[in-house]
């Protein structure tokens, strides 16, 4: 399994801390919101929704690094608007380790 790291947006920020910091806020604040909704659509099965939320959460999959997991965020997001739950046991453990990486930063 792939690990969140901070390389895309060191080579973005390049040597200004400010907006490192300020995207890291971003991060920070958005991330718990939309995992959020993301659980409760899934709570609903209202898999058309979810697979929107999918789709907001692979630009931080991508901020943080982990190309591979994007590619299964790309296909988990198909398969929600197929009405398939296929890679959601995969997806959320990328959902987790993003959570759990990002409360240390």
Known sequence: M?????????????????????IISIIKKELPVEVGTYENYMQESDYFNAAQSVHKLKHKISILGLEKSYYIAVDYEHNLNNDSVALKNDFEIILKAMQEFVIKL
């Open 2 to 22: 792939e690990t969140p790291n901070l390389n895309y947006v060191n080579e973005l920020s390049g040597d200004n801390e400010q907006f490192k910091a300020k």
